[in-house]
């Protein structure tokens, strides 16, 4: 099955700690990014990569980071820096820039 | 600066009736534009993307239609179904250096059986 995953599902952490959130595809997309949703407020981007080895902040890159080491995978570190991490974050892909974008399922961050 | 509006914010409809959900954004220099739909507690489904040189594109019950002149799309939904139960986001790609989404706050449709 093609497609893009994300885990884990749910994840909790405590305050102060870093934590590192995954997103596979399969899809053999180049571009991939990182979305990060909270009630009341549409996505927001926080990184994308339009290429392996390469990434670009977002609106909200303050506080989490990223790395492209492969084509299929783009991990975000939220860090302890972050000052409201608790979100639903969600990893999207697609075959080029401006493309369509496909999304996983997403990761549902709490941290206390 | 791009702003991406959705109205109604919650919509709640009987079974079989069509509907329409509105999507209007200010400034007209899009790439494209993408209609999704999300489930509670999940990702989100790509349903439609227009381009910006096409006015309406049609998948199954859907039709999405898009002015770009006047900032606004539309995402038809025929005879609907309580399966069609969701939250329907719209977004616009910005062109430039980035493939950037800016997304509406979306419509939560309830289809009452």
């Known amino acids: 099955d093609g497609g893009i995953t994300q885990s884990p599902k749910y994840l909790f952490r405590k305050e102060g700690q870093n934590v590192t959130l995954s997103c596979e595809q399969n899809l053999n997309h180049d571009a991939m990014y990182w979305y990060r949703q909270d009630p009341g407020q549409g996505l927001r981007l926080i990184y994308y990569?339009?290429?392996?080895?390469?990434?670009q902040k977002g609106d909200i890159a303050e506080g989490y980071s990223v790395s492209r080491e492969k084509k299929e995978s783009f991990p975000l570190t939220v860090t302890s820096a972050q000052k409201n991490p608790t979100a639903f974050y969600l990893c999207a892909s697609s075959i080029r820039l401006l493309n369509e974008q496909y999304f996983g399922p997403g990761t549902r961050l709490t941290v206390t | 600066k791009q702003e991406v509006t959705q109205i109604p914010a919650a919509l709640s409809v009987p079974e079989g009736e069509n509907l329409v959900l509105n999507c209007s954004f200010t400034?007209?220099?899009?790439?494209?534009l993408q209609w999704f739909r999300q489930d509670p507690g999940k990702g989100l489904t790509s349903l439609l993307l227009?381009?910006?040189?096409?006015r309406e594109q049609t998948s199954g019950r859907l039709n999405a239609s898009l002015d770009k002149s006047s900032g606004r799309s539309t995402l038809y939904i025929a005879a609907s179904q309580p399966g069609d139960s969701a939250t329907y986001l719209c977004a616009v790609t910005v062109g430039g250096a980035t493939n950037k989404l800016i997304f509406g706050t979306g419509t939560l449709l309830a289809v009452q059986p």
């Open positions: 400034d007209s220099a899009i790439y494209n």
């Open positions: 227009i381009q910006s040189s096409q």
């Open positions: 990569s339009h290429i392996v080895n390469d990434f």
